[in-house]
């Protein structure tokens, strides 16, 4: 793999997904317990990547991923930092295969991940 660099993104923090989403903190919480979302603390602060958004909503193929990963041991950080970082199987970041409509072959790989 020669591109190692990570997938680029703003960060959100829950008050910012409060907003965007137009949804009230306690939905936006649910959101994340229930795996749509995942999030990690940057710079002390919870924060979740942008890029896990489309249309004001998370990434419907999101979800299912996040448990894949969640299944294969990955903890929020490792699920966040594989999401972004390129994949070589892929060819890409999982994120942007994802955002592709690649979600089959996504979890295929992160399910092989275990």
């Known amino acids: 793999m020669t ?3 990570r997938y680029e993104t703003d960060w959100l923090t829950i008050p910012d997904l409060v907003e ?4 009230p903190l306690g939905r936006v919480r649910r959101l994340i317990d229930e795996d749509y979302l995942v999030g990690s603390r940057r710079d002390g ?3 979740v990547p942008a890029v896990f ?3 004001g909503r998370p ?4 979800r299912g991923t996040i448990i894949v990963l969640h299944d294969a041991g990955f903890d929020p950080d490792e699920t966040i930092d594989w999401l972004l970082t390129p994949e070589q199987t892929i060819g890409v ?5 994802l955002r592709a409509g690649r979600k089959s ?3 295929r790989v992160a399910a092989t991940l275990a």
Not at 59 to 62: G, N, Q, R, V
Not at 93 to 97: D, K, Q
């Open 59 to 62: 990434l419907p193929a999101l």
């Open 20 to 23: 965007l989403l137009d949804e």
């Open 45 to 47: 602060v919870f924060k």
């Open 53 to 55: 958004l489309a249309a």
């Open 3 to 5: 591109e190692t660099t």
């Open 105 to 107: 072959e996504v979890r």
């Open 93 to 97: 970041a999982p994120i942007e295969a």
